[in-house]
């Protein structure tokens, strides 16, 4: 069974930084796009950043230029590096994978890991 673990979260003050780790385990044979979704309080899912297979980095217009997403596919880890942080990023964050598994290719989400940016 595939599963998306998370770290990383925790308790900022606005304008600094934090880093979030997202790694898949169990049979995974090919990851097709890794990245990360959020969700505020009273607030739907909202997609983040995502980094393809074939090293496309893609941003949502309210975390340009602030954070940075990468991965290690060797690892089956991805990373996003938030700087600048606003209180407006508080938020559970969700690793998101596309990928084919033993069977199928399908979504998998992790568990969610809480941000949380003080003004």
């Known amino acids: 069974q595939v599963q998306l673990v998370e770290s990383g979260g925790g308790l900022v003050q606005m304008g600094g930084s934090l880093r979030l780790s997202c790694a898949a385990s169990g049979l995974v044979l090919s990851i097709f796009e890794m990245g990360w979704y959020r969700q505020a309080p009273g607030k739907q899912r909202e997609w983040v950043a995502t980094?393809?297979?074939?090293?496309?980095?893609n941003y949502a217009d309210s975390v340009k230029g602030r954070f940075t997403i990468s991965r290690d596919n060797a690892k089956k880890t991805v990373y996003v590096q938030m700087n600048s942080l606003k209180p407006e990023d508080t938020a559970v964050y969700y690793c998101?994978?596309?990928?084919?598994?033993?069977?199928?290719?399908?979504?998998?989400w992790g568990q969610g890991t809480q941000v949380t940016v003080s003004s």
């Open positions: 980094a393809t297979s074939d090293g496309r980095l």
């Open positions: 998101h994978a596309h990928l084919y598994d033993s069977s199928s290719v399908d979504d998998h």
